[in-house]
């Protein structure tokens, strides 16, 4: 009903769309190439970006005054009374040069205000919901516009006879362009802000890493997801508004059936993006884009397709650095698979999600689990060439046949290893010999030993539920009897506990060259809050399901016992209650007297050596 569509509206479409393509493109093409945006380049890219966005939102409110009055703007205002109020057009004049202008003079305001949100960090998920209000606010706004806009007074006579909207009606579609138009440009600066962002930061996380973590699969997986993310967010943008403009063009030109032409604009522009606003729709493809179901989700986490992996990494402590770690790939044969592969899992941080998929378990795993009498679970964290280790610790304190618990299955102990890849052909033997090694395709290192312990955590909830899980190191001796026979009177699980070693009031390294290097970026706190050791602790069930479902909400911080049991569980009040009188991380501990250890001790640590953890077992389980 608005009239015939002329030639030159197609004009302004083409031009609109040629915009807002080469817009997407420039940024695109220059992320791929460049990674990462420096300071100078950045304030460049962001001031083209605004340059067309200011020449689009020009554009639009030209074509809304010849598209309702099918007259010139100067027409327009001369009719006092068709138009009695010419001084609204420095509204839209006003949102031009703010638009203009933000990049250059507000962007480290705009930045400092949002950072605060989360953590002092503009990352993805803050630019979604901010975007996602701004867009909330614009939506209400069209449609309250729309409404009151299409119920105005009746036509004017002196005006144009095509003219079926009155004088308010312009005002109203004045201030629903600048209002999109503007919300267009704060939407595309969150996003390319956010996503640089995000860039930088992990090349500076690789240029501090260590060889290992450099070139881990995880941090090259991101920079691709990343760059993917940008290529679906033009391919979707270039979709959403130049086919359209494009097929409304060609009738345009070539047709010569009016209101053919009306129904096809209807068809293609306007319904594309009615969620959003009836009023030129083509204002809002970036919001379309990022409400879009997809581009939604790809920004508010991170596409979770897998790459091949890349590097060869073992885990555990005993590799303390990289060229022992490539020796000891050099010396390791691999096979090419084991078991029966069990399907794709994800574990979410903040600023990763982890990928993995279990291509080992027990064959009778499931039993003790099923029956759901299972009290304790034992995971023993370890490398998968610790063959030996894993042996003296089958024959020690994890003994099937001398230990009571292990014999009712009241407690079940099984073996976590890494990278399916090394699994040697002695360890395959292994596993079909013993039947207790969970082998997981995840990449890990020592740096990354948090996610074995958050694989750990899984374990217990989804695959093997108990009403305590004890996450324990290969280097560690537990006595598991001496906890099974204080269960009910000092360890109670009914609420959600940890019970370990504790650390009090220690402060964060920020060397860059110590192991446990935490930046004020990651962690700006002076002290942590009390967290575990890491080497062996015991949670509730109830802990478990907490922290596993708080994860998502912190950023990774590579030092996995401050992270697990003290920030994340300080965050959902998860109790630690020391307990140094039972768990020890020193050997000579073997050298005390009976009477200095009055038969508390479960725990003892740090046994670099097979006979060490056999005298070690020896001592424990006799005299204390």
Known sequence: EVGVLSQRDAIYDGILGCLMLSTNLTIFVFIQIHRTLRKEKEYILLGMLVFFNSILGALLMYQAYYQFTFEPIAQVLSRSYCFRHPHIIFIPATAVIISLILPFMALDRLIAVIRP????????????????????????????????????????????????????????????????????????????????????????????????????????????????????????TFLLMVLPTAILAVFEFFGDDHPDIVRIHALS?????????????????????????????????????????????????????????????????????????????????????????????????????????????????????????????????????????????????????????????????????????????????????????????????????????LKVDEDVVFNIERFMSGINRTFRGETPTIYCKTWRGSAPSRDRTNDWFVSEHQFRGRRYPDYCAGPSYVLTSSAVTSLLSTLPEFSLIPVEDVFITGIVAEKVRVRRIGMESRFKSDYAVINYTPKDCPGQLMSIHNLKTEQQIRNTWSYLSRNC
Request: charged share 20%; aromatic share 8%.
């Open 117 to 236: 949100m989360y953590y002092y960090t503009l990352d993805r998920h803050c630019a979604c919901k901010l975007a996602a209000v701004i867009l909330a606010i614009y939506v209400g706004i069209c449609l309250f516009l729309n409404i009151s806009g299409r119920s105005g007074a009746p036509v004017t006579p002196h005006c144009h006879p095509l003219e079926i909207y009155n004088h308010n009606t312009i005002l109203f579609q004045l201030i629903t362009v600048s209002m999109g138009h503007f919300a267009s440009v704060i939407i595309y600066l969150l996003v390319i802000v956010a996503l640089r962002r995000q860039i930088r930061d992990m090349n500076e996380k690789s240029e501090k890493r260590d060889l290992i973590i450099s070139t881990s699969p995880i941090i090259i997986d991101r920079r691709h997801r990343i760059e993917r993310t940008f290529g679906v967010f033009a391919v979707a």
């Open 269 to 469: 522009l306007y319904r594309v993006a009615l969620k959003f606003c009836a009023m030129n729709p083509t204002l809002n493809v970036v919001a379309y884009a990022l409400k879009h179901k997809q581009i939604y989700n790809g920004l508010r986490q991170v596409f979770t397709k897998k790459h091949p992996s890349t590097a060869r990494l073992v885990t555990h402590s005993q590799h303390k650095s990289v060229s022992q770690t490539e020796k000891m790939l050099k010396k390791t044969p691999t096979v090419k698979s084991v078991a029966t592969i069990i399907p794709n899992d994800t574990i979410s941080f903040k600023d990763i999600i982890l990928k993995f998929r279990f291509c080992q378990l027990p064959k009778a795993f499931s039993d003790a689990c099923e029956r759901g009498n299972l009290t304790l679970l034992v995971v023993v964290q370890s490398a998968p060439s610790s063959v030996a280790i894993r042996n003296v610790i089958r024959s020690t304190w994890a003994n099937k046949t001398s230990i009571p618990s292990l014999k009712k299955t009241s407690s079940k102990v099984v073996f976590l290893v890494g990278n399916c890849d090394l699994v040697t052909r002695e360890m395959q033997n292994e596993i079909d010999t013993h039947n207790d090694i969970i082998a997981v395709d995840a990449e890990d290192s020592y740096k990354n030993l948090i996610f074995k312990t958050a694989l750990t955590l899984h374990i217990s909830q989804s695959l093997c539920p108990s009403r305590f899980l």
